[in-house]
């Protein structure tokens, strides 16, 4: 009887065991299907996408290329991911260690107005920071409209906040006595700093300049707002070509973009692994 029992619990068992990796591979499977689908459909050889495919190609890829606006606006895109991610890291680094470390009054609404981006929508939050732009035009005679300048504060924006997130997330669980230590030894807090506790909380460090980034690369809604005449950023370029066509370059544009972000992940898995940013 206890041998009958002790089977039919080995059996429930492996069946959980199999329904449960079984669900897993759906799910991957589930999550892995558009890039499947983006790339198989990017080496399409018609102009019109049908199934089956008449043939495969990269004509599409070296169309690219020949796309002024696409090579513009990946251009413009890269260059606001990295100086927006750089300021952020600037910015949110220190204002998360003040967060962490310090107790003053105001620190919750603070912490909540650093944050607040994220909940904002981001056709919202375009419409307000251009409103904005053209009273700070009004009052300062600079040209603030359209501008790259005018673009980039928007792009901080919103990445101040995944910087300040996840590096307050790898400070919660830091321990302040090797800070203390180090001091004790002769370092000064400078050197405390880029020796104990940089490295510490590099995890959330290099994960905020990865969502950062991608968050800056891939913004749409609001770079629709800030933008200025004769010049796009990539998601914007991709939307006006599909008003009037639409063939596998922009499915082409869109592995290009996969390409980079993961190339930039693989880099810094290098220096951090990403299973410790993740």
């Not at 990796?21 to 990017?42: D, E, F, M, N, R």
């Not at 105001?106 to 307000?128: F, S």
């Not at 995890?203 to 800030?226: C, I």
Request: charged share 10%; hydrophobic share 55%; proline share 5%.
């Amino acid at each position: 009887m206890s041998s009958g029992l002790a089977a039919l619990r080995l059996d429930a068992r492996t069946v959980g065991s199999w329904t449960l990796k079984a669900a897993a591979g759906l799910t991957l499977c589930y999550i892995l299907l558009p890039l499947v689908s983006i790339t198989w459909l990017s080496f399409y050889r018609q102009e019109i996408p049908s199934f089956p495919p008449e043939g495969y190609s990269l004509r599409w890829y070296a169309s690219i290329v020949g796309n002024a606006r696409f090579v513009d606006g990946l251009l413009l895109s890269l260059q606001l991911g990295v100086a927006a991610t750089a300021l952020g890291l600037a910015v949110g680094v220190p204002a998360a260690l003040c967060l962490a470390r310090f107790r003053f009054p105001g620190r919750e609404a603070l912490n909540n107005l650093l944050l607040m981006p994220l909940m904002v929508p981001g056709v919202v939050l375009g419409t307000a920071l251009y409103c904005f732009h053209v009273e700070a035009e009004i009052a300062t005679g600079l040209p603030i409209i359209g501008s790259t300048i005018g673009l980039l504060s928007g792009h901080l924006l919103i990445v101040i906040p995944w910087v300040v997130r996840l590096v307050l997330a790898s400070l919660a669980g830091f321990d302040r006595t090797l800070e203390e230590a180090a001091q004790n030894l002769g370092a000064n807090r400078w050197t405390t700093f880029r020796r104990i506790t940089l490295p510490m909380i590099l995890p959330g460090v290099v994960a905020g300049a990865l969502f950062a980034f991608v968050a800056s690369f891939g913004n749409l809604e609001m770079s629709l707002f800030l933008v200025g005449p004769g010049r796009t950023t990539l998601p914007i370029a991709i939307l006006q070509y599909l008003e009037w066509k639409i063939d596998p370059s922009i499915a082409a544009v869109s592995v290009v973009q996969i390409v980079l972000i993961g190339g930039a992940m693989l880099i810094t898995d290098r220096f951090v692994k990403i299973s410790r940013v993740v």
